[in-house]
C-alpha cells in the first residue's frame, strides 16, 4: 500500500516537474532528490493550509471587522503594521538562530503551531471580552502570531533550497498560490458574501478553523524529509545578527536585491488606498465582497503561471510584476484625478486592484524564488533574515510617509507608489539573473 502511494506521488510530481529527476537535482544531493516528490506535496499542502489561515485573518478585512464589531475601532490602524513588520524586523536574530540547527523544519512546525495558538488567542480575547480589552488582546495575539510567521519565513526559504531543486521552486510556490487562491475564493463566497452584519460567534469560530488549518499546517511540515545542513557560523544569536549585517556593505549584487524589493513595496502599499477610494464613493457591502473575489481570483488565475515563468528568470517576473503594479497605479491614480467621487468610479477600482493583485502576486513570487537561487548553504538563511529585517524597517518607514501623504489625498499616496513601482522595474533590470547560474 504504501509503495503503491509512493508511485502514486511519483507520478503526480513528474507530471508538475514535466522532467526527468536526474535533469533537475542539480544543486541537492542525492539523497534529498530521492524524498523530493513527497516532500513537494508536503510543503505544497502546508503552503495551501496556511494560505486559507491567512484569508481567515486577513488584517485588512476579518480583523479589521471584528475590532468594529467587538467596539474598538481605533484600533484597526495597528493591524497591518504589527501583521507585516512584526514578523520581519526580528529576523535577523530569528536568522542567526536556525543557522545553528542542521535540521530546520522545526522552526516551520512551531512557527506553524505558534501561530495556531495565537489565533485562538485572538478567539478567546472576541468571546470573552468586551471592548478595547477584547481588540487589546486581539492585538497582543497578533504581535506573538508575527514573531511565530517570522520562524517560518526564515526557516520555509532554507529548507525549501534544501529539498527542492532550483528549477522547480517556482512552481511550488506558484501552485500552492494558484490552489490557494482558488480555496479562497469559495471561502468567500460561503463565509461572507450577502451575510450582513455577522455576530461574535461567526467571528470566534472563523478565528477557531483558521487556528485548526495552522495546526494541520504545521504536522505536515513535520512530516518533510530534510536531511541535515550546514551550521558554521552558529554563535550568540544577536551577536551573529549585527555581524549579518555587513552582508549590506559588503555584497553589492544582494544589497542591490534588497534595494529593488523596497521598490517593489509599492504593489503591496497601494492596495489599502484602491480600497479607501472606493469606499468613499460607495460603502455597500457588496462591493466589498467584489474586493475580496478579486484578490482571491487574482492569486488563483496568474499564480502558477508566474511560477512557471520564474523557473526560467526570477529577476523577469520581477521586472513584469513591477512595470504591472507601477502602470496600474499610475492609470488608476489618473482615472481618479479626473472622475472624483463619481458614482460609477466605485466599480472601476475593484478592476484596479485585481490587475494589481495579479503584479502583486509576480512580484512576491518572483522577489522570493530570487533569493532562494541567489545563494545556497547558510548564506540563503543570512539573506533571508537581513533582507526581511531591513524591509520591515523600510516598511514602517515607508508606511509613515504613504499615511502623511494620504493627508493631501488617497490619489497622491497612488500615483506616488505607481511611480517607485517604476522604479523597482529599472533596478530589477540591472539585477544579475542568477536563475540559469
Not at 517570522?150 to 520555509?156: A, E, L, N, P
Not at 520581477?318 to 503594479?325: E, P
Amino acid at each position: 500500500m504504501a509503495r503503491h502511494n509512493q508511485d502514486t506521488i511519483d507520478q503526480l510530481y513528474n507530471l508538475i516537474a514535466n522532467e526527468e529527476d536526474a535533469r533537475a537535482c542539480t544543486d541537492i544531493p542525492d539523497e534529498a532528490c530521492r524524498e523530493v516528490p513527497r516532500n513537494f506535496f508536503l510543503i505544497l499542502a502546508s503552503n495551501v493550509l496556511t494560505k486559507l489561515g491567512d484569508l481567515l485573518v486577513s488584517p485588512k478585512t476579518v480583523l479589521a471587522w471584528v475590532l468594529s464589531a467587538v467596539g474598538a475601532p481605533a484600533l484597526v490602524a495597528w493591524l497591518v503594521p504589527i501583521r507585516e513588520s512584526g514578523s520581519m524586523i526580528p529576523q535577523m536574530v530569528i536568522g542567526a538562530w536556525v543557522r545553528q540547527k542542521p535540521v530546520r523544519k522545526w522552526f516551520w512546525t512551531l512557527g506553524s503551531l505558534g501561530q495556531a495558538v495565537s489565533v485562538g488567542a485572538m478567539a478567546a480575547s472576541v468571546w470573552f471580552l468586551d471592548g478595547y480589552a477584547a481588540g487589546g488582546g486581539v492585538i497582543a495575539a497578533l504581535v506573538a502570531f508575527s514573531l511565530a510567521r517570522g520562524f517560518c519565513s526564515v526557516s520555509m526559504k532554507d529548507v525549501q533550497g534544501k529539498c527542492i531543486p532550483k528549477k522547480r521552486r517556482g512552481r511550488l510556490s506558484g501552485l500552492a498560490s494558484t490552489i490557494g487562491g482558488t480555496a479562497t475564493v469559495i471561502l468567500t463566497v460561503l463565509l461572507f458574501w450577502d451575510r450582513g452584519d455577522p455576530g461574535l460567534l461567526f467571528y470566534t469560530l472563523l478565528l477557531l478553523l483558521a487556528a485548526g488549518l495552522w495546526v494541520i499546517a504545521g504536522l505536515l511540515f513535520a512530516s518533510v524529509e530534510e536531511y541535515a545542513g550546514e551550521t558554521s557560523g552558529g554563535g550568540n544569536a544577536l551577536g551573529q545578527a549585527m555581524k549579518s549585517l555587513s552582508l549590506l556593505r559588503d555584497d553589492p549584487p544582494f544589497r542591490h536585491f534588497v534595494i529593488t524589493r523596497a521598490l517593489l513595496l509599492c504593489s503591496a502599499l497601494a492596495a489599502p488606498y484602491f480600497v479607501v477610494l472606493a469606499q468613499n464613493t460607495n460603502d455597500s457591502g457588496l462591493l466589498l465582497g467584489v474586493f475580496l473575489l478579486a484578490s482571491s481570483l487574482a492569486s488563483s488565475v496568474s499564480a502558477s503561471i508566474w511560477g512557471w515563468m520564474a523557473d526560467d528568470s526570477s529577476r523577469t517576473v520581477m521586472i513584469r510584476g513591477a512595470l504591472i503594479a507601477g502602470g496600474t497605479c499610475l492609470v488608476v491614480g489618473l482615472v481618479a484625478w479626473q472622475a472624483g467621487e463619481s458614482n460609477w468610479i466605485g466599480w472601476f477600482y475593484p478592476a484596479g486592484f485585481f490587475v494589481l493583485s495579479i503584479a502583486h502576486a509576480g512580484v512576491r513570487l518572483g522577489r522570493k524564488t530570487y533569493l532562494v537561487d541567489m545563494a545556497g548553504g547558510n548564506k540563503r538563511t543570512d539573506y533571508t533574515s537581513v533582507s526581511n529585517t531591513v524591509i520591515g524597517v523600510v516598511l514602517l518607514l515607508t508606511g509613515g510617509l504613504t499615511a502623511l501623504l494620504s493627508m493631501v489625498s488617497e490619489v497622491a499616496v497612488i500615483l506616488t507608489l505607481g511611480l517607485m513601482g517604476l522604479a523597482g522595474a529599472v533596478s530589477a533590470t540591472r539585477l544579475r539573473d542568477v536563475t540559469n547560474d
